[in-house]
């Protein structure tokens, strides 16, 4: 199934690969339940997971609309958001649900139709059609027979009202614009010498831009008067243009034409000037318009692609899946959504708006090393920009630590968390020292909006005010009145108390105490409070707080947020000794040891305190890597000359490995600690004995010099990263490449599975950091929440389909 979901997602059809992947997530957790007791191999968890991530994080689709029997020519949504109306070369209107649930059809024309216009107060529709007629549909009683305007001669393929909904163009292959009321009355007719392919109004309503099959786009007032003719093309070369729309502001349109190009132009005073040319498309362009903020600009194209573009001609993205000719795109009003029809008989719903991939972004030169700490809830990311950077699980910044004086190569974390050794090209290893929590308490916040203020400062009193009582606070920590919940403990902090139930009080205090503990019992409220220092924010329902040297420290409950202007103490301590740039710094797993590589071409071990203990003598070249085994007995050491060094926590040197004919840049002991893997500039990933048997090599996909490698903490997948941009995942099982997962924008030089398994982080030359979610009970709950509607909408789901997601929470 995962070969599948693939084949159809680097073959553009993302939704559907998001489906069978959600199938195969859905089949392997069966496939778990029915074997719990064996012993599964988890490289194929990983590779589902890592499908179904790409499909989660990359799909833009979100739900297709296939009730149409024929080519579907046009598509818009209501000026409110809520309705989406399409129009099909099979003679019918259709009005969908944002959903996606059809809920009515409208029937009337006796040939295609081409174009739908709703009008501004979104009462009424407009539709062109090839029975050369235009209709105004009630959309209030749309059961009722609409207005049908009759003086065409010829298929109308184009209509619009103005912005203030009172009257409409309608242009024709008869080669007229026609203005009308919208009561159906003709006001006026303008001749012109081509066929109309297109008519919009400029914002203010005044002027009407026409689209014409000679290359040319006119600008007309109510009148009749003809102001304005740009040319698309250039000199002789006259291809149709097939869509002319306004920006916003009407200061500036765009135009899309058979040449294949889009052109924004500005418009001042009547007078159009070509701004830029856009190239892209493989073929002609049939439409293209301005997002609701003018900000960019969608087009769609017979090459059955929708592109979406900066206003300097940048292409943002490229949307496939359409099966032929996307003949129109439109914008929710809101800009979140894009409504795309085609030839191929569908509708489909792209959400503009996915979250994408988490890539951490804040460093401001390359990214040269990723650590997770021991429990996995913070990343640390060394940078070219002289600092490091400490990230939550989700992606939050906590902290920036500055102190080198050039670039940061390598971070690692010691196992009990305290210290963070780091390396530079300053030549210079520092350790950051954290503070200790004391003591933890935990608790959690109430559901209901309260608040606390300062009632009487002067007595020391603090009060809880909500709509049906107030509870007051004394220093000593007595309650003079009833509190509706449970106050678990506060905190003394000077000759005040801090409690808070939904909104923290900025308070800067010097110390604090715990004062006794008192307990509130309450039926209505089934928990109370944190306690935090930091400025008035809004707080989740649960936290942990820390009481620190520095004051209070409170995080929530998955860490996602810290309530403190620091997290970490900027303490450090500089480890001199190396003559060259440090490559690499590794803890051991007793916390006692660091050990640091060098262009020097040694290894150097310090303890926890900074005191030099050893140099290792007897790389030729630099030494680029360096990793404890788990037990903390050995360290492997990588390097440029092509050699891994097996040593002693003392130094001793045990075993070289002659592993590369080219240098290694990335060294790392499997959890079992049994095996070690070596990745180098010869493009392979290696997998070694302790005792420097060749175990395998990996081979296949690895197309550029490998700069990392990271095992999984269950020991059966390694990832790597390298100069092309990629990370891989691959299998210890049988030696295949599971996964190559692909959105840096230049060389990934590190990676860093979290303990738990659930993330890897890659950091890389485009100054990024991604956390890929590898989890797959959270992957399949963001999957089915995204193909919901469809599922539960489409007609043309299959029920094994529609219940396929049953069992899952969508909405987390």
């Given at each position: 199934?995962?070969?599948?979901?693939?084949?159809?997602?680097?073959?553009?059809?993302?939704?559907?690969?998001?489906?069978?992947?959600?199938?195969?997530?859905?089949?392997?957790?069966?496939?778990?339940?029915?074997?719990?007791?064996?012993?599964?191999?988890?490289?194929?968890?990983?590779?589902?997971?890592?499908s179904l991530q790409q499909a989660v994080y990359e799909v833009?689709?979100?739900?297709?609309?296939?009730?149409?029997?024929?080519?579907?020519?046009?598509?818009?949504?209501?000026?409110?958001?809520?309705?989406?109306?399409?129009?099909?070369?099979?003679?019918?209107?259709?009005?969908?649900?944002?959903?996606?649930?059809?809920?009515?059809?409208?029937?009337?024309?006796?040939?295609?139709?081409?174009?739908?216009?709703?009008?501004?107060?979104?009462?009424y529709l407009a539709s062109a059609s090839h029975d050369h007629?235009?209709?105004?549909?009630?959309?209030?009683?749309?059961?009722?027979?609409?207005?049908?305007?009759?003086?065409?001669?010829?298929?109308?393929?184009?209509?619009?009202?103005?912005?203030?909904?009172?009257?409409?163009?309608?242009?024709?292959?008869?080669?007229?614009?026609?203005?009308?009321?919208?009561?159906?009355?003709?006001?006026?007719?303008?001749?012109?010498?081509?066929?109309?392919?297109?008519?919009?109004?400029?914002?203010?309503?005044?002027?009407?831009?026409?689209?014409?099959?000679?290359?040319?786009?006119?600008?007309?007032?109510?009148?009749?008067?003809?102001?304005?003719?740009?040319?698309?093309?250039?000199?002789?070369?006259?291809?149709?243009?097939?869509?002319?729309?306004?920006?916003?502001?009407?200061?500036?349109?765009?135009?899309?034409?058979?040449?294949?190009?889009?052109?924004?132009?500005?418009?001042?005073?009547?007078?159009?000037?070509?701004?830029?040319?856009?190239?892209?498309?493989?073929?002609?362009?049939?439409?293209?318009?301005?997002?609701?903020?003018?900000?960019?600009?969608?087009?769609?194209?017979?090459?059955?692609?929708?592109?979406?573009?900066?206003?300097?001609?940048?292409?943002?993205?490229?949307?496939?899946?359409?099966?032929?000719?996307?003949?129109?795109?439109?914008?929710?009003?809101?800009?979140?959504?894009?409504?795309?029809?085609?030839?191929?008989?569908?509708?489909?719903?792209?959400?503009?708006?996915?979250?994408?991939?988490?890539?951490?972004?804040?460093?401001?030169?390359?990214?040269?090393?990723?650590?997770?700490?021991?429990?996995?809830?913070?990343?640390?990311?060394?940078?070219?920009?002289?600092?490091?950077?400490?990230?939550?699980?989700?992606?939050?910044?906590?902290?920036?630590l500055r102190g080198h004086t050039d670039r940061v190569a390598?971070?690692?974390?010691?196992?009990?968390?305290?210290?963070?050794?780091?390396?530079?090209?300053?030549?210079?290893?520092?350790?950051?020292?954290?503070?200790?929590?004391?003591?933890?308490?935990?608790?959690?916040?109430?559901?209901?909006?309260?608040?606390?203020?300062?009632?009487?400062?002067?007595?020391?009193?603090?009060?809880?005010?909500?709509?049906?009582?107030?509870?007051?606070?004394?220093?000593?920590?007595?309650?003079?009145?009833?509190?509706?919940?449970?106050?678990?403990?506060?905190?003394?902090?000077?000759?005040?108390?801090?409690?808070?139930?939904?909104?923290?009080?900025?308070?800067?205090?010097?110390?604090?105490?715990?004062?006794?503990?008192?307990?509130?019992?309450?039926?209505?409220?089934?928990?109370?409070?944190?306690?935090?220092?930091?400025?008035?924010?809004?707080?989740?329902?649960?936290?942990?707080?820390?009481?620190?040297?520095?004051?209070?420290?409170?995080?929530?409950?998955?860490?996602?947020?810290?309530?403190?202007?620091?997290?970490?103490?900027?303490?450090?301590?500089?480890?001199?000794?190396?003559?060259?740039?440090?490559?690499?710094?590794?803890?051991?797993?007793?916390?006692?040891?660091?050990?640091?590589?060098?262009?020097?071409?040694?290894?150097?071990?310090?303890?926890?305190?900074?005191?030099?203990?050893?140099?290792?003598?007897?790389?030729?070249?630099?030494?680029?890597?360096?990793?404890?085994?788990?037990?903390?007995?050995?360290?492997?050491?990588?390097?440029?000359?092509?050699?891994?060094?097996?040593?002693?926590?003392?130094?001793?040197?045990?075993?070289?490995?002659?592993?590369?004919?080219?240098?290694?840049?990335?060294?790392?002991?499997?959890?079992?600690?049994?095996?070690?893997?070596?990745?180098?500039?010869?493009?392979?990933?290696?997998?070694?004995?302790?005792?420097?048997?060749?175990?395998?090599?990996?081979?296949?996909?690895?197309?550029?010099?490998?700069?990392?490698?990271?095992?999984?903490?269950?020991?059966?997948?390694?990832?790597?990263?390298?100069?092309?941009?990629?990370?891989?995942?691959?299998?210890?099982?049988?030696?295949?490449?599971?996964?190559?997962?692909?959105?840096?924008?230049?060389?990934?030089?590190?990676?860093?599975?979290?303990?738990?398994?659930?993330?890897?982080?890659?950091?890389?030359?485009?100054?990024?950091?991604?956390?890929?979610?590898?989890?797959?009970?959270?992957?399949?709950?963001?999957?089915?929440?995204?193909?919901?509607?469809?599922?539960?909408?489409?007609?043309?789901?299959?029920?094994?389909?529609?219940?396929?997601?049953?069992?899952?929470?969508?909405?987390?």
């Amino acid at each position: 199934m995962t070969a599948v979901s693939e084949a159809l997602f680097f073959s553009g059809y993302k939704f559907d690969a998001l489906i069978e992947s959600i199938r195969a997530g859905q089949k392997w957790q069966e496939i778990k339940q029915l074997l719990v007791e064996n012993n599964l191999s988890n490289d194929t968890e990983y590779r589902i997971a890592a499908s179904l991530q790409q499909a989660v994080y990359e799909v833009n689709e979100y739900n297709h609309l296939e009730e149409h029997s024929n080519a579907v020519w046009s598509v818009i949504f209501h000026p409110e958001g809520n309705l989406i109306a399409s129009a099909s070369a099979d003679k019918t209107i259709k009005l969908w649900s944002r959903d996606g649930k059809l809920q009515k059809t409208l029937k009337a024309h006796t040939d295609k139709v081409s174009r739908i216009s709703f009008s501004s107060d979104g009462k009424y529709l407009a539709s062109a059609s090839h029975d050369h007629t235009v209709k105004i549909w009630n959309l209030q009683q749309p059961e009722i027979e609409p207005l049908s305007l009759k003086s065409h001669r010829a298929p109308v393929v184009t209509v619009n009202f103005s912005p203030n909904s009172k009257i409409l163009a309608s242009g024709s292959l008869d080669k007229t614009i026609k203005i009308w009321t919208n009561t159906g009355v003709l006001l006026r007719t303008i001749k012109t010498k081509a066929v109309i392919q297109w008519v919009s109004f400029s914002p203010n309503g005044k002027i009407i831009a026409a689209a014409n099959e000679n290359g040319t786009v006119q600008f007309w007032n109510l009148n009749g008067k003809l102001l304005a003719t740009l040319k698309h093309g250039y000199g002789n070369y006259n291809a149709p243009v097939y869509s002319v729309n306004f920006s916003p502001d009407g200061r500036s349109l765009v135009t899309a034409s058979r040449d294949k190009t889009i052109k924004i132009w500005s418009f001042s005073r009547n007078r159009p000037i070509l701004k830029k040319t856009i190239s892209g498309h493989k073929k002609q362009v049939i439409s293209a318009n301005f997002s609701p903020d003018g900000k960019t600009i969608a087009s769609s194209s017979t090459d059955k692609t929708i592109k979406i573009w900066d206003l300097d001609g940048t292409l943002l993205k490229s949307f496939s899946g359409h099966g032929d000719t996307v003949t129109q795109v439109s914008f929710s009003p809101d800009g979140q959504t894009m409504a795309s029809a085609s030839y191929d008989k569908t509708i489909k719903l792209w959400n503009l708006k996915n979250s994408s991939l988490n890539i951490l972004q804040g460093h401001q030169h390359r990214v040269l090393g990723v650590s997770f700490s021991q429990d996995g809830q913070i990343l640390a990311s060394a940078s070219q920009d002289n600092t490091i950077k400490l990230w939550s699980r989700t992606g939050k910044l906590l902290n920036t630590l500055r102190g080198h004086t050039d670039r940061v190569a390598s971070v690692s974390f010691s196992p009990d968390g305290q210290i963070l050794a780091s390396g530079g090209y300053d030549n210079t290893v520092k350790l950051w020292y954290f503070n200790s929590p004391e003591k933890i308490w935990n608790w959690e916040l109430l559901d209901d909006p309260q608040h606390w203020q300062p009632y009487d400062k002067d007595n020391q009193v603090l009060s809880l005010k909500n709509e049906k009582s107030t509870s007051y606070f004394r220093e000593e920590g007595k309650i003079k009145d009833d509190l509706a919940g449970k106050l678990s403990c506060f905190v003394r902090v000077g000759n005040f108390c801090l409690v808070s139930l939904h909104k923290i009080i900025p308070f800067f205090p010097t110390n604090f105490s715990l004062l006794p503990h008192q307990s509130f019992e309450s039926e209505k409220y089934r928990s109370l409070v944190n306690i935090t220092l930091d400025s008035q924010v809004e707080v989740p329902s649960r936290l942990r707080c820390f009481p620190r040297s520095i004051g209070t420290v409170c995080v929530d409950w998955n860490w996602n947020t810290t309530y403190h202007s620091s997290h970490f103490t900027s303490k450090n301590i500089n480890l001199i000794g190396h003559t060259d740039h440090v490559m690499s710094v590794s803890f051991s797993p007793n916390n006692q040891i660091i050990a640091s590589s060098s262009k020097d071409k040694t290894v150097k071990l310090w303890n926890r305190q900074g005191k030099l203990l050893k140099t290792l003598v007897g790389h030729n070249e630099w030494v680029s890597s360096v990793s404890f085994s788990p037990d903390g007995k050995m360290l492997a050491s990588a390097s440029d000359d092509g050699t891994v060094k097996l040593w002693t926590n003392k130094g001793v040197l045990l075993k070289t490995i002659n592993a590369h004919k080219n240098w290694i840049l990335g060294v790392s002991f499997s959890p079992d600690g049994q095996a070690i893997a070596t990745g180098s500039f010869d493009n392979t990933v290696k997998l070694w004995s302790i005792n420097g048997e060749l175990l395998k090599t990996f081979l296949k996909g690895a197309s550029d010099s490998v700069t990392s490698v990271s095992f999984s903490p269950d020991g059966q997948v390694i990832a790597s990263s390298s100069y092309d941009g990629k990370v891989k995942l691959w299998s210890l099982y049988d030696g295949s490449l599971l996964k190559t997962l692909s959105s840096h924008k230049d060389s990934v030089m590190s990676v860093s599975f979290s303990p738990d398994g659930k993330l890897l982080a890659s950091g890389s030359r485009d100054n990024n950091v991604i956390l890929w979610n590898l989890a797959l009970d959270d992957l399949l709950k963001k999957g089915c929440s995204w193909v919901y509607d469809y599922l539960q909408t489409n007609p043309h789901v299959q029920e094994r389909d529609r219940q396929l997601c049953e069992n899952l929470n969508y909405g987390e």
